[in-house]
């Protein structure tokens, strides 16, 4: 490495941390010593092709653009027309990729549908504030998510960003992100435009990935099925919670997800307060129904519901009494079926 940079070459460059895309990274540290501490640096090896110079650029003019605590930040940069294209970025000691998380005991998330809302949130503020500067990742992914010892999520890697919706930058018959996280209008050959909404659908992959500890899966539909929260995890029911979120993130047309950063905030905190306050997801509300009052009774079927609520019922409705605090609500079984039957076909 020593023998491709120039003598007047700011940064010092230490052991390879990685391989970020196109290009390696490596530890740094400032050889002028103005800014102390350790750096990761990021640089393009020499003889690539003329557009992955082109996607490198891009790749710095979106870290310089994008300023967020979600998103890693960039101390330093090369000039188009120098010789050695690289950026540097903040170091964090401890800080692992998602994808070297998952599958081991390390995964902060595993399990955990409140720790795994958090680490969504923080991705969805990273695409916000892209959404704000007309940036699309386009490849969020396991490997391009750092996760801090303390938990917190950063965006990295822009390699494969789209800016003020520029024409696309791509290798040869390349897609455009990760297969399995990426969305169906980033696959390569895809004709789709492609918007904010892209990165909404890997977050709803990073999210299931996150919470299950595993890689995710292809296509939609099979997150509404047998990778279902409820099947994943039949014992721990607030996990099912997170489907609201899977049901407007991994959807396979871009009109049936959410399209800003703001109704996606909205979403998970919704799905927060549903956890916190452990609310009963609907699916167990079906089976087993909790009185709404009290939290403690089951609500069990009236006999006599029509003089308490309506004669004659309406259709599908029927009245329901808890059996320990005693309070009566009319329930709209045919409304939980619809709902339930919905969730099951979506892709």
């Known amino acids: 490495m020593a023998k491709q940079l120039p003598e007047s070459f700011r940064w010092k460059i230490g052991r390879q941390l990685g391989e970020g895309g196109q290009a390696p990274v490596y530890i740094a540290t400032d050889s002028r010593q103005e800014l102390s501490g350790e750096f990761a640096l990021k640089k393009l090896p020499s003889h690539k092709p003329a557009k992955a110079y082109e996607r490198f650029s891009k790749e710095i003019d979106a870290l310089r653009v994008v300023e967020h605590p979600s998103i890693v930040r960039i101390v330093d940069h090369s000039a188009p027309d120098d010789d050695v294209q690289f950026y540097v970025m903040e170091f964090v000691e401890g ?9 081991t005991s390390d995964n902060p998330f595993a399990s955990d549908p409140l720790k795994s809302v958090h680490f969504f949130r923080q991705i969805v503020f990273a695409i916000n504030a892209c959404q704000e500067c007309q940036i699309v990742h386009r490849d969020l992914s396991p490997a391009n998510v750092l996760v801090l010892p303390n938990g917190d999520a950063r965006i990295i890697d822009f390699g494969c960003c789209q800016i003020n919706d520029d ?12 297969p399995n996280y990426m969305a169906p209008e980033c696959e390569s050959g895809a004709e789709g435009e492609i918007r904010a909404n892209a990165d909404f659908y890997s977050a709803g992959k990073l999210l299931w990935s996150a919470i299950t500890n595993k890689f995710a899966f292809a296509r939609e539909d099979a997150c509404f099925k047998s990778k279902s929260m409820k099947n994943i995890f039949p014992g721990n029911p607030l996990s099912w919670h997170l489907q609201h979120i899977f049901a407007q993130t991994i959807r396979r047309s871009p009109n049936n997800r959410i399209s800003k950063g703001i109704f996606a905030l909205n979403l998970a905190n919704k799905v927060e307060a549903l956890i ?4 009963q997801p609907l699916e ?8 709404p009052n009290c939290g403690w009774g089951t609500l069990q079927h009236m006999a006599d519901d029509w003089h308490l609520f309506a004669n004659p019922m309406p259709s599908g409705l029927s009245g329901r009494k808890c059996d320990y605090c005693g309070m009566c609500f009319p329930v709209d079984g045919k409304q939980i079926r619809a709902s339930l039957d919905l969730m099951s076909r979506l892709d």
Do not use: Q, V, Y
Not at 276 to 279: I, L, Q, R
């Open 276 to 279: 916190t306050s452990n609310k």
């Open 95 to 103: 800080a692992r990729t998602l994808r070297k998380l998952l599958g």
């Open 167 to 178: 024409e696309r930058i791509t290798l040869t018959d390349e897609g455009i992100g990760t």
């Open 284 to 291: 167990m509300f079906a089976e087993h129904p909790t009185c």
